[in-house]
Every structure is written in C-alpha cells, then in structure tokens.
C-alpha cells in the first residue's frame, strides 16, 4: 500500500489499482486560436501548466502505472455533438467551423490533439468524449475495468469543467478520485480554487486533492 499526504486527509492505495487520467490536454484548449480561445478565454494559464503535468505522466510511466488520456472532441459529422452544446452562446467559432487548427473541437482535426509534450505513449489509452465528462458516451468504464482501476490521480483541463464533472461522475461510480492541485488548471483562477474546495469539502465529498510532489513522493 502506498499513502499521498493529501487534503482532507492522506490519500491511501493500492498500487495494483491506481491510474492517472489526464483529462483534455489537447490544443484546442491551451493554444490561441482553438475552442477555449473561441470561448473568449485567455488560454496562457492553461499552457504553464504542461511541464507539471509531463512530470506526472512520467512519475506514472515510470512507476508501471497506467495512464489515460482524454479528449473533448465531435464526430465530423457532428452527429454526436447536441445542438444545444454547438449553439449556446456566441462563440467566436463554434464547434465544426474552420479555424487556424483546423475544425474546431472535431476528431482527427490539429486543435483536438493531445499538445505535444504530453503526447500519449504507445498503448496509453486515448478516451474521446462528446460531453464534458469522461463516462457518457464512451468506453471510459470499460477501460477501467479491463485495468481492475479503482484509484484515480486526475490531472488536466479545465479544473471545474471537465475534471470536475469527470471526478464527480467517477465518484458516483465508486473509484477514489485524487486531484493533482497544480497539474490541473482554469480560465478563471477563483473558479479552480473553488472547485478544489468544493472537492476535498465535507470529509472529501468528491474526494482528495494533492500537489503533484505529493504524488510522486508516494509512487
Ligand atoms: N470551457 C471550459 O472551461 N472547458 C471545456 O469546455 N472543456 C473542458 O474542460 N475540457
């Protein structure tokens, strides 16, 4: 058993069922020009944190421990994107249009690849999603079970959107969920404060949070 010093209270676990999951560390949110820029967002924050987040993946890789990838991304053919989610709001692009990394948030498309740095290694898994969290719609489940995962360290973007909902959803499903407080990141610095609360409040509610010295000390 391993221990990660973490808020509420320390973090225990088994190595045999921990994994890390990196949630939509893609360009179409941290570089100019894709979906998060459509939105209005300064993407500059989200970009700073791509070294912590390199640093766990490796702790990870390094450890013998799973890693899985995810991205927010649609079918071509939109058929899997609500007109809801393509018309709410008045984005500078919505999703499908053509912008400077191609289609906006659209599998296979530049902006919806993982940013360079942390490009998943050979049999990394890679989940793409349709909805904000990582369950619906997806082999996501699945996933973790074929692992026997019952332990999650959650990094990626953005802190109470995606990673949020996926941390919550997961909860709801029984796994433990521990959030890497500096390998996570917002558009809005109160909102990522707020949801790391919202998370470790309560006896942890949602569940843990930890910074990813934290983590790495205890793989
Ligand atoms: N807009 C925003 O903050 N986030 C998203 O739309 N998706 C993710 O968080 N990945």
Redesign the pocket.
């Given at each position: 058993m391993g221990v990660i010093r973490a808020e509420p209270f320390d973090f225990s676990f088994d190595p045999a069922t921990l994994g890390l999951v990196v949630?939509?560390m893609?360009r179409d949110?941290v570089e100019p020009g894709g979906?998060?820029a459509s939105?209005g967002?300064d993407v500059a924050l989200l970009q700073a944190i791509i070294p912590t987040v390199q640093a766990l993946i490796g702790g990870f890789r390094a450890a013998g421990l799973p890693v899985i990838h995810t991205r927010?991304c649609h079918r071509p053919d939109l058929s899997d994107l609500p007109p809801a989610k393509r018309d709410r709001g008045a984005p500078a692009l919505r999703i499908g249009d053509e912008g400077p990394m191609g289609r906006i948030l659209i599998a296979g498309e530049p902006g919806a690849d993982i940013v360079p740095e942390l490009a998943p290694a050979p049999g990394e898994p890679v989940i793409d999603k349709p909805g904000?969290g990582a369950f619906y719609g997806t082999e996501f489940a699945q996933v973790l079970a074929d692992r026997n995962l019952r332990q999650l360290v959650f990094a990626?973007?953005?802190t109470?959107?995606?990673?949020q909902?996926t941390m919550r959803e997961a909860n709801d499903r029984g796994f433990d969920g521990l959030l890497a407080t500096d390998a996570t990141e917002?558009?809005f610095p109160e909102f990522k404060q707020a949801a790391i609360r919202m998370i470790i409040a309560q006896g942890g509610i949602v569940g843990w949070a930890a910074p990813t010295a934290h983590v790495l000390e205890a793989l």
């Open positions: 949630i939509d893609q949110f979906f998060g939105l967002n927010e904000k990626g973007v953005t109470e959107v995606c990673v909902t917002s558009y």
